[in-house]
């Protein structure tokens, strides 16, 4: 059996306006740089060995497993905000965890709540050595707005 194992992951934050609250989310997702991929959720596990890489630029329509928060409001002149977070242990044979978190408000706030998750999913795994990263974005509604971030796993 052929399994796929991630060996990188990658942040990417996007928001965007849309016509309906769908075309905001895809408006958001183009706005990301995975607007044309197949999004595969995921739950929030960073596999053993896979390290964190900048950006890749991935073939048109492939299948990517993603772990993600999105927000998308009609509420004009509401802040909303998305953000991710992940840890990955300094022992590269043990896994990392991603947290996604999104709600009204501004970035700083979402940032610093998904952070805060992050860490206490390290703190019950027993995992005191680690790098934690996060992205998050914000987006004031116009009309319909959406504001996406997620971590990206590759291989």
Same mark, same amino acid.
């Given at each position: 059996?052929?399994l796929?194992?991630?060996?990188?992951?990658?942040?990417?934050?996007?928001?965007? $306006?849309?016509?309906?609250?769908?075309?905001?989310?895809?408006?958001?997702l183009?706005? =990301?740089?995975?607007?044309?991929?197949?999004?595969?959720?995921?739950?929030?596990?960073?596999?053993?060995?896979? =390290?964190?890489?900048?950006?890749?630029?991935?073939?048109l329509?492939?299948?990517?497993?993603?772990?993600?928060?999105?927000?998308?409001?009609?509420?004009t002149? $509401?802040?909303?905000?998305?953000?991710? =977070?992940?840890?990955?242990?300094?022992?590269?044979?043990?896994?990392?965890?991603?947290?996604?978190?999104?709600?009204?408000?501004?970035?700083?706030?979402?940032?610093?709540?998904?952070?805060?998750?992050? $860490?206490?999913?390290?703190k019950?795994?027993?995992?005191?050595?680690?790098?934690?990263?996060?992205?998050?974005? $914000?987006?004031?509604?116009?009309?319909?707005?959406?504001?996406?971030?997620?971590?990206?796993?590759?291989?």
């Amino acid at each position: 059996m052929n399994l796929f194992k991630p060996t990188k992951f990658f942040f990417v934050a996007g928001n965007a $306006e849309g016509f309906s609250k769908l075309n905001s989310f895809d408006c958001a997702l183009l706005n =990301a740089k995975i607007g044309n991929m197949n999004l595969i959720k995921i739950s929030s596990i960073i596999p053993p060995h896979c =390290a964190p890489v900048k950006f890749i630029k991935l073939p048109l329509g492939s299948f990517i497993p993603v772990a993600y928060a999105a927000i998308t409001s009609d509420m004009t002149g $509401e802040y909303i905000a998305a953000g991710v =977070a992940a840890a990955h242990p300094d022992d590269p044979s043990k896994a990392g965890v991603i947290m996604e978190y999104s709600s009204n408000g501004r970035k700083k706030d979402i940032e610093s709540i998904v952070r805060s998750m992050a $860490e206490e999913a390290m703190k019950v795994r027993g995992i005191k050595h680690y790098t934690l990263n996060s992205r998050a974005i $914000e987006h004031k509604v116009k009309h319909i707005g959406t504001s996406f971030a997620a971590v990206v796993l590759w291989d």
